[in-house]
């Protein structure tokens, strides 16, 4: 079993910057990518970022390009999600979650950490 903790959401100004942490723990062997969700109120989860567990292909939503970077700290089994240039509509609880190798689902999710932007 994997399991995720998040660290680092808060409040913040429009135009502000914040950065994500997701630390993962037991058997990380089994994760193939990690990804960044987001779910803002009223409407569905959706994408944020991914980065492969083994090398450091990224991906990104529209939405967030050139302004969010997704990077990872192997020695720390970390993941992190730095966010620049915040919107208000960046307004969301955000969750890690972990994608596994055997069935390709992102099928362990972190408790979630709240981010709200203020305009």
């Known amino acids: 079993q994997v399991q995720l903790v998040e660290f680092g959401g808060g409040l913040v100004q429009a135009g502000g910057s914040l950065k994500l942490s997701c630390a993962a723990s037991?058997?990380?062997?089994?994760?193939?990518?990690m990804g960044w969700f987001r779910q803002a109120p009223g409407k569905e989860r959706e994408f944020v970022a991914g980065?492969?567990?083994?090398?450091?292909?990224?991906n990104y939503a529209n939405s967030v390009k050139g302004r969010f970077t997704i990077s990872r700290d192997n020695a720390k089994n970390t993941v992190y999600l730095q966010m620049n240039s915040l919107k208000p509509e960046d307004t969301a609880v955000y969750y890690c979650?972990?994608?596994?190798?055997?069935?390709?689902?992102?099928?362990?999710w972190g408790q979630g950490t709240r981010v709200t932007v203020s305009s």
């Open positions: 979650a972990a994608r596994n190798r055997f069935n390709g689902d992102y099928d362990t």
């Open positions: 037991g058997r990380t062997v089994s994760i193939i990518r």
């Open positions: 980065i492969a567990w083994s090398d450091y292909t990224v």
